[in-house]
């Protein structure tokens, strides 16, 4: 079975239009772009589509590429003390010569959309309420939704960045999920993910994952994404996967959308947190 995370996304984005709607909301995310880097035109493009689709404010602030960090912590700063601002999100990747991890640490965690500050990650691995990094947050919700159980279940992530690897190992820690978190050291992948229940692929490798790697029945998420000949594909050899598994997600179409869901839906909550 295909999981449809666009299907997914329109529900839960018409449940948060209903929220705006009712409540009368008044809702801004400020998006920084550095540079003109074109898949973050594109992403940026998508987050601004669907905030206006459910009535947020989308505010882009563009910053040339060659600006200094001090400039973009400096606008950051300038958006935490803007009251009509909910929240607040720097488009991944930066240019080389710029420090995401240092930008975002002067985020305030309430304007935290990404979840990425210390405190949403202190939150996240407590199991404490905050905003949670929206990869993984969109693919707990999807499981979520199709009613597949984590409790006891052997999953293999692969892939350990901070986007999804890292985050997605609390997430399924936090529901009792046995977890094997794998990466460019790790020795028998193959053994790995053939006694794996769930496999999520986060690794950005085209097509790392074969049929003979999964055992009949097995559930397969892809959340890695590259580009070949100007087509998005996944990590996972959907054609091949398809005949093989109980469930698995297409990509695109499966957890990128649930992805953009979460965003939105974090500006929400942190409307919630901030008590505005």
Not at 50 to 60: A, D, E
Not at 184 to 202: F, R, S
Request: net charge positive; hydrophobic share 40%; charged share 25%.
């Amino acid at each position: 079975m295909i999981l449809d995370g666009k299907k997914i996304r329109d529900e839960i984005l018409e449940n948060l239009k209903n929220v705006v709607q009712n409540e009368k909301l008044n809702l801004t995310l400020a998006i920084i772009l550095v540079g003109n880097y074109p898949p973050s035109e594109v992403y940026v493009k998508n987050k601004i589509k669907f905030c206006k689709k459910v009535g947020i404010n989308p505010l882009l602030v563009r910053i040339p590429e060659d600006a200094s960090e001090d400039s973009i912590i400096e606008e950051i700063e300038k958006l935490n003390k803007n009251e009509e601002v909910t929240g607040i999100i720097v488009q991944s990747p930066l240019p080389n010569s710029l420090d995401l991890e240092n930008c975002i640490k002067h985020i305030d965690p309430k304007k935290d959309i990404d979840g990425f500050t210390k405190e949403s990650f202190y939150a996240l691995v407590h199991n404490l309420p905050g905003l949670r990094p929206c990869t993984a947050k969109g693919i707990i919700r999807l499981l979520e939704y199709y009613n597949i159980d984590l409790k006891g279940k052997d999953v293999c992530i692969i892939g350990r960045g901070n986007l999804v690897g890292k985050p997605l190992f609390f997430e399924l820690l936090n529901r009792d999920a046995t977890v094997t978190i794998c990466h460019t050291k790790t020795l028998n992948l193959n053994k790995k993910c053939k006694k794996a229940d769930i496999i999520i692929c986060g690794a950005g490798v085209p097509r790392i994952l074969q049929a003979k790697m999964v055992k009949k029945g097995a559930i397969v998420i892809d959340a890695g994404i590259s580009v070949i000949e100007g087509k998005v594909v996944g990590d996972a050899d959907f054609k091949n996967l398809l005949k093989k598994c109980k469930y698995i997600t297409p990509n695109p179409g499966g957890v990128g959308p649930m992805t953009i869901a979460m965003i939105i839906e974090n500006v929400i909550e942190a409307y919630r947190m901030g008590g505005m």
